[in-house]
């Protein structure tokens, strides 16, 4: 059995960040398919009861210290902790992650997904006010991102960190998916997700993570 | 001068965290208006650059330690790291506290507050679809945490800790804001509210914070 196991599906963001930064830290991990659009027992209340109340992935099983854990800032936490990788250096600096990774989850990909869930996922298509809503607040969390980004080249100084991994959430999804370019929109952030994606270990979603939606997966 | 200063208003249940906080603990301290309706400095660029960058309110000031920061859950963890006040016990129980904070800060209180701004004091009413929409997720993540309480008399075990505290944001104002009940439509939230109300120090937001924005201030 592996170390780790991420309760993950290709099409999410937020578990995108656990499987980003299992790959990045080098860590022994298999993805489990969480069938979060389907049918499957995944959305049942015993799943809720089982795996995690909240109903959502990613879910972090670690096998070797027997623990299970939900929310993917949580995760992130977890595991630079443990291991010592992609940890803010010092208090000071693990305040200002967390204060990004919050504002992430609330502001940037907490808007972003659901756009994104509304546009291509949902059974029927999200009323045009709510996805200019989303898309409104969204690209107003991401021009604060970006600014930034111009002044440092991670989120909190000179080295990447978890603020950085969750930042990713749904950002290397094809701009198609959304409607908009968010790296041309964005040159900071478009050139902060080069350097992300330089670092070794560095994975698409759809390479990492199972349930591809749109048929044949194309080269990412 | 006081010890602290929180950079916040009477309407943002957001700065209401911190202000909960810092009066629970017996800080010394005083509130800064923010005048985030207003035209006042505040939403300037300038404002932006000396105070935060997120645009944000709450904003606390250590005068002691010299230091400045946003965002509640930040806020909220710094105060009780300092203190051991509200601390949950051992890294399990923070873990798990974090993981009601962020999925408050981007579920529950992350779609409450843009509710209640779009229905009270936004310049155009929200559409009718925008609502509908933070209601729903608003209702299905507090369906979510309701659930919680029914198990537990606080989100993390028998003792309140960061995370209730950081769950109460705009729980306490009145329903007429919201245009439903929330207390009522979620009982075991209803009874926590309550156990959250006896705590020695608690405050009302319209009582902690400056800026009662509907006229002379009811008694709450």
Redo the contacts between chains.
Sequence with gaps: MSEYQLYCFAQSGNAYRGALMLNLIGADWKPVWYDFFGTAPQRTPEFRESVN???EAPVLVDNVRN?K???S??IL??LS?LTGQYKPEG??AK?EA??W???D??KVN?FLG?FRFLKNFAPTP?????ME?LKG?AQAALA?VN??LEQTPFLVGDKPTIADISMTGYLYYPADEFGFDIAKDHPAIGAWLGRMKALPGWGHPYDLMPGYPFGSKPAV
Excluded: C, H, W
Excluded at 126 to 130: K, T
């Design positions: 109340e909240m109903g623990k854990l939900s929310q800032g949580v936490t977890y902790d208090e000071d305040l967390l204060r990774i919050i504002f989850n609330q907490g659901p999200g009323d045009p006010a709510v809503f607040r604060i600014k930034r």
